[in-house]
């Protein structure tokens, strides 16, 4: 069950309003890594998870906390929008023609629907999507995709953290800094302590079987690309991250093999085919008569 408890984890209160930057945090509330989407994708994780013990209540534990940064974001985007005066930004727009043009397709509903709020939405408007969510049962694929959310968070808030002067902010920018800081270094961890215990390894899933897989082109790096310094990583040559294999390299592909023919689906589909309209069109009749 939740609980709610009418405190914040941090402070978030700014020093002044500021439409302009509470669009911009919009981002990281409810953009791709935003706080919706990591707090709802570790939920969702934990949700799925097929064992109980550490790395199920690791997923609660850290999903619960980001449901707090949800919060945090949220009402320091509604502060910095509480006070805000509407001539604001066209004063903003007036005084900047670069500004002026960007903002000639501004999200206003933070104003006409959410009444001067903060909206489950990124910087341009667009809704939170529940597609932005990663949880597939596979506890390794999913921590390391949980890596990657933290990092591309924070690259996120560190820009944003240049983009404002306002102290109470980047108080708060501080903060979810080192945090994503603490979940970086946490899931890469839970993700080598996944592979050391053997509940999990690379490739992933360990668990099909290689024999299914043709196997002489598992660690082949085929380079599709006119670039060579490629080569000279220790991706294209040595042993493979899994243990199992010798990478090599190859410049370009040496297999190929004929186009099919074109698809030739139902006339009813009325695609554009090779055939005389006429014929399809009596195709189409006919399919229907026999249906």
């Not at 981002?27 to 707090?39: D, K």
């Not at 799925?48 to 945090?72: C, Q, T, W």
């Not at 390391?144 to 820009?159: C, F, K, L, P, S």
Request: glycine letters at 10%; charged letters at 20%.
């Amino acid at each position: 069950m939740f609980f709610h408890k009418q405190e914040l984890q941090f402070t978030s209160t700014p020093d002044k309003p500021d439409a302009l930057f509470a669009r911009r945090l919009q981002e990281v509330l409810g953009g791709q890594y935003g706080e919706i989407t990591v707090a709802m994708q570790y939920g969702f994780q934990a949700w799925n998870a097929h064992i109980p013990g550490k790395y199920r209540d690791l997923l609660y534990g850290i999903g619960s906390e980001e449901f707090g940064h949800v919060e945090m974001l949220a009402i320091m985007i509604a502060q910095l929008l509480e006070k805000a005066p509407v001539e604001q930004s066209e004063a903003a727009a007036a005084s900047d023609p670069v500004l002026g043009a960007v903002m000639g397709g501004m999200d206003v509903q933070s104003a006409i629907v959410a009444g001067a709020g903060a909206r489950p939405v990124d910087s341009n408007g667009n809704p939170w999507q529940g597609s932005y969510i990663t949880a597939s049962g596979n506890l390794l694929a999913d921590f390391t995709a949980n890596a990657n959310a933290e990092m591309q968070g924070r690259v996120q808030v560190a820009r944003l953290y240049h983009m404002t002067d306002d102290k109470g902010v980047r108080d708060m920018l501080s903060f979810l800094l080192a945090r994503d800081t603490m979940h970086q270094n946490q899931w890469i961890r839970a993700a080598q302590e996944l592979r050391e215990e053997g509940v999990e390894d690379i490739p992933v899933p360990m668990n099909f079987p290689l024999s299914n897989e043709a196997r002489e082109h598992s660690y082949k790096y085929i380079n599709f690309s006119d670039g060579q310094t490629a080569a000279e990583g220790s991706w294209a040559s040595g042993p493979t991250p899994d243990g199992k294999g010798e990478f090599t390299y190859q410049d370009g592909p040496d297999t190929s093999v004929p186009m099919p023919p074109p698809t030739q689906p139902d006339p009813r589909f009325f695609g554009t085919d090779a055939k005389p309209n006429i014929i399809d069109k009596a195709e189409g009749v006919i399919k229907d008569k026999l249906s």
